[in-house]
């Protein structure tokens, strides 16, 4: 199973909703999709990973580019995780550069305060 997931656009940031793998095989067109949408607006992103199966180091790379490029562009990437996501991400020890939330809630919350 593929990549696949939805945008929902918000007041002040764009959801994506994801589920399947980010791995080597979907990781290119996860980051050109996705920077793409950052250049476009709103600058904030929060990422639902929390029906994703799998991220490989490909996609732990994406996640920090993008990190990357929302914060140049005055903006923030917010991952909603699953213990298998934090897990990976944990052992890399990301957890507060990639900003990971618990629900959509939490992220939209943390939003609002910051």
């Known amino acids: 199973m593929s990549l696949r997931g939805t945008r ?47 991220v490989d180091s490909s996609g732990l790379g994406a996640l920090v580019q993008l990190a990357k490029q929302a914060q140049n562009a ?3 990437l917010q991952i909603v995780t699953n213990a298998r996501v934090t897990q990976t991400v944990k052992l890399v020890r990301l957890e507060k550069f990639l900003s990971l939330q ?10 609002k305060a910051s």
């Open 102 to 111: 618990v629900t959509v809630e939490a992220a939209l919350e943390n939003l």
């Open 74 to 76: 005055n903006g923030t």
């Open 8 to 54: 929902e656009l918000r007041d002040t940031c764009q959801l994506f909703r994801l589920t399947g793998l980010l791995d080597a095989f979907s990781e290119p067109t996860f980051r050109k999709t996705l920077s793409s949408k950052i250049d476009e607006g709103p600058k904030h992103i929060i990422l639902d990973l929390s029906q994703i199966d799998f």
